[in-house]
């Protein structure tokens, strides 16, 4: 084989970067909250419509932050689904709270809303929501849920920057949403989050509080007291402005990213029906409402045996194709620290039948026609 071997994410590079970092370390301000830190939030609150942006250390931090600014605590429980990254779960488990895991749906992978109600008992708090891929799924009927019972919900968003649903950006449903901008993201600096405050009335000065070491230094920045001190339950949640400042690049450079993962993705949509068709395999669905950002493509085979053998077929081509979340529900944490009062079904069959196709911006032609080929070729085919 004299290809290159055929990456399944890169990490976008984005034009302003090397220039913004030199500012930075120029400039004598490489702590947190300085003014690249400020621009990224700028165009963070343009992107998603959210009234306040608060740049994390991760999404995983953020969901923390998020849990504090809730006062979840022991004896809570909140529902998170059990098709989702470790931290949807981790986050809740940290506040010494039980994640309660409810099933997807399996047109989406989104937290099924039929299934909701009844995971719901006097000390559900919260819903923490993922909406998988970036695709919405139901969210009208979500928020009305969450509303009737009185319960918050909070979006982990790490999939979904500048996707909507029904016209409005993904990050404004729940009271609180959280971003991730780790390398494997659409948008990234290496490791990095943020917290989109909805309901500020409620959240967005405890919110700046608790992030900053309990203090009230974004307070004294502003000039509103003329001094800063400790306040509040707190820990340290900012990054570095040298973060801010790839942040704030990539994020300049936002639409041009989108226009290049979504011609990716477009262009799987359209080459593989036709031998999904023959092979039985299901191309992910986004539904009408879903205006999704081309953040990952899977495929679900028929059975776990396709779900191996497909990926196998890849790797000997050079390509690496991946699958995805291991349930939660079932994971060694999940059941020690979470509680499951319906078995996840759904979830452990598409655990066991994904598989996700390369997907970065920068993709050619020439390599998105090798991955056609790949997928295409499986099984078997005219290869001896
Ligand atoms: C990536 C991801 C996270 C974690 O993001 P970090 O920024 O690495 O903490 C959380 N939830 C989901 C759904 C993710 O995909």
């Known amino acids: ?64 932050l998020a849990g504090v600014l809730l006062e979840i605590g022991p004896g809570d429980e909140v529902v998170v689904p059990s098709f989702t990254f470790s ?5 809740v ?17 989104c937290l ?48 979904g920057l500048g996707a909507r649903w029904r016209g409005r950006p993904l990050g404004t449903f729940g009271a609180m949403a959280t971003q991730s901008f780790h390398d494997t993201k659409n948008v990234h600096c290496g490791e990095g989050g943020a917290l989109l405050v909805n309901d500020v009335d409620r959240f967005a000065q405890r919110a700046e509080i608790v992030r900053e070491k309990g203090t009230n230094r974004a307070m004294f920045l502003r000039g509103q007291v003329d001094k800063y001190t400790w306040v509040d339950t707190g820990s340290s949640y900012l990054p570095s402005d040298l973060l801010a400042a790839v942040l704030r690049a990539q994020l300049e450079d936002f639409e041009r990213i989108q226009a290049g993962r979504t011609a990716v993705w477009d262009r799987y949509a ?3 029906p036709s031998w999904a ?23 679900l085979m028929p059975d776990h045996e396709g ?26 944490a999940g059941q020690r620290l979470g509680r499951t009062p319906v078995p996840c079904t759904v979830t452990a069959d598409v655990a066991a039948r994904l598989v996700r196709l390369p997907l970065w911006p920068d993709l050619t032609d020439a390599d998105l026609d090798r991955v056609v080929a790949g997928v295409t070729s499986y099984p078997g085919g005219p290869r001896s």
């Open 1 to 64: 084989m004299t290809e290159p071997v055929l990456v399944f994410s890169r990490p976008h590079r984005a034009p302003g970067e090397d220039t913004y970092v030199s500012e930075v370390l120029a400039s004598g301000h490489v702590h947190g909250d300085g003014p690249f830190t400020s621009a990224a939030s700028t165009l963070l609150r343009e992107i998603t419509g959210a009234p306040q942006a608060l740049l994390t250390t991760s999404c995983t931090h953020a969901l923390e």
């Open 87 to 91: 931290s949807t779960a981790a986050a």
């Open 93 to 109: 488990a940290m506040r010494g709270a039980t994640p309660v895991f409810v099933d997807v749906d399996p047109t989406t992978l």
């Open 112 to 159: 099924d809303v039929d299934l909701l109600e009844a995971a719901i008992t006097e000390r559900t708090r919260a819903v923490y929501t993922v909406h998988y891929g970036g695709v919405g799924h139901r969210l009208d009927e979500l928020t009305a849920l969450c509303a009737r019972r009185g319960i918050d919900l909070v979006e982990d968003n790490a999939h």
């Open 270 to 272: 359209h080459d593989l």
């Open 277 to 299: 068709e023959d092979v039985g395999a299901t191309l992910m669905h986004v539904p009408e409402e879903a205006e999704h950002p081309a953040h990952l493509f899977y495929l």
């Open 307 to 332: 779900q191996t053998g497909l990926l196998g077929h890849l790797r000997e081509q050079g390509i690496v194709g991946t699958f995805h979340y291991q349930p939660l529900d079932s994971s060694p």
